[in-house]
C-alpha cells in the first residue's frame, strides 16, 4: 500500500515497546530528558514559572505515551457526561494541525486546516463551544469571554501544559500501556509512568491484571464501540457487518491505526490496511490508487476529507463513527470532584 508511516517513526515506534539496542543506546538522552522535564515541573510547582488559574474548575485529558491513545474520544465522552449532571462544558485544545498559535474559536464549519482536525470532531459531536491556541490559559479566557455560561473547561491533550493549572487530572493509555517504561527518546514517554494523576483510563478491548499494574492508578477500562459506517457524502448508515464480502480497504491517520483496524476485524471484515501518519491533510489523494469497492475511514480523517471536493464525491468513502463506553463511576467521580472545586 503507498503512504505508509515514515521510517524512522516505524523504526522508534518497534524500538519503543522493547528494551532493545537501539533503546539501551538512546537512554543517556532519556535521562538527559528526565532530569530537564522534572526541573521544569519543579519550577512551575515552586512559582518560578508562571500558571494561570481559571475561574472555572479545570479537567485535563491527555496521556504520557506518545501518539494517539484516544484522548478525542474520551473528550467528547465526558463533555456528555458533564452536561448530564448539570454542567455547561467547554473545550480547549491546543489543535494539533492548525494554523497559528492565538486563540481561535471552533465551529461546526471550521477549516480544518486552520484549527486541527480533533477540535472540529469535538465541536462537531459535543456542541460544546470550542476555542484552540497554543497557550491553554488565553484559549480558556477567551472561551469564557464569549460563553459566560460556560462552567467547567475541559483541556483536550493539555497534560504538560503546566501553564494552566488544573483541577482533575485523566491520564489515559492503550494496551501498549507504557512500552518499554523508559522516557523519551529510549521510550515512548513523556513522564514517568509514576507521575501523579486524579483517575487512570486504558482505552483496551480488555484490561488484564498485568495491563492495569503495569499502568497503575486503578484503571477505569475504555471501550471504542463501532457498528456503523455512512457515506462521507452523506445517507443512509449500514451495519459494519452487512458489509462483509465486499472489496474493503480501511485507511487510518490517528496516533495507532492498529486500534481501528481491530475493530472492524472484530465486527467480522476483511480489508486491505492503508495506515497513514497522525493528521494526515489528504490533500495528496492517498486514495487515488487503492483498488477497493468501500474504503472505511475514522471520523478524525473525515473532518478533512469532507472539505475536500475530489474526496467528498468519492463514493468509495465511508466513515466509521465510534463512541467511547466506560463506567459511569468514572463520571460520577469526575463530577464530584468538579463540584468540589474552588472558583477564582
Known amino acids: 500500500m503507498p503512504h505508509t508511516k515514515p521510517s524512522l517513526e516505524s523504526t522508534l515506534t518497534r524500538a519503543w515497546l522493547r528494551r532493545g539496542p537501539l533503546a539501551c543506546a538512546l537512554l543517556p538522552l532519556s535521562l538527559l530528558f528526565g532530569a530537564l522535564a522534572a526541573l521544569r515541573v519543579r519550577l512551575f510547582r515552586s512559582g518560578v514559572l508562571a500558571s494561570t488559574r481559571l475561574p472555572v474548575p479545570v479537567v485535563v485529558v491527555g496521556n504520557i505515551f506518545i501518539g494517539g491513545t484516544g484522548k ?15 454542567f455547561s462544558p467547554g473545550i480547549i485544545s491546543r489543535g494539533h494541525g492548525g494554523e497559528g498559535g492565538a486563540a481561535r474559536a471552533v465551529t461546526i464549519g471550521s477549516n480544518a486546516q486552520e484549527v486541527g482536525d480533533e477540535p472540529l470532531l469535538m465541536a462537531r459531536r459535543t456542541g460544546c463551544p470550542v476555542v484552540v491556541g497554543r497557550k491553554r490559559a488565553e484559549a480558556g479566557l477567551a472561551l469564557l469571554a464569549a460563553h459566560p455560561g460556560v462552567n467547567v473547561l475541559i483541556a483536550d491533550d493539555g497534560l504538560q501544559h503546566y501553564a494552566l493549572q488544573r483541577d482533575v487530572e485523566v491520564l489515559l493509555f492503550d494496551g501498549r500501556a507504557v512500552g518499554n517504561g523508559w522516557l523519551l527518546p529510549a ?40 457498528e456503523y459506517a455512512e457515506p462521507l457524502a452523506g445517507g443512509a448508515r449500514v451495519p459494519l457487518a452487512s458489509l462483509a464480502g465486499k472489496r474493503i480497504a480501511a485507511a487510518a491517520g490517528i496516533g495507532n491505526p492498529k486500534r481501528f483496524f481491530d475493530m472492524l476485524r472484530g465486527a467480522g471484515l476483511a480489508f486491505a490496511e492503508l495506515p497513514l501518519p497522525d493528521h494526515h491533510d489528504f490533500l495528496d489523494d492517498p486514495f487515488a490508487s487503492v483498488d477497493a469497492d468501500i474504503i472505511l475511514i475514522t471520523e478524525k480523517d473525515a473532518v478533512k476529507c469532507g472539505q475536500i471536493e475530489n474526496l467528498i464525491n468519492d463514493p468509495r468513502l465511508w466513515v466509521v463513527p465510534v ?8 463520571a460520577e467521580q469526575i463530577v464530584e470532584k468538579c463540584r468540589g472545586c474552588s472558583t477564582a
Open 72 to 86: 478525542t474520544p474520551l473528550t467528547i465522552w465526558l463533555a456528555g457526561a458533564l452536561r448530564d449532571a448539570g
Open 323 to 330: 463512541t467511547a463506553q466506560l463506567d459511569r463511576a468514572l
Open 187 to 226: 521510550g515512548p514517554l513523556r513522564e514517568p509512568r509514576g507521575r501523579r494523576r486524579d483517575f487512570t483510563v486504558v482505552n483496551t478491548p480488555q484490561l488484564t491484571p498485568q495491563l492495569a499494574a503495569d499502568v497503575g492508578g486503578q484503571p477505569f477500562q475504555m471501550r471504542l464501540a463501532g
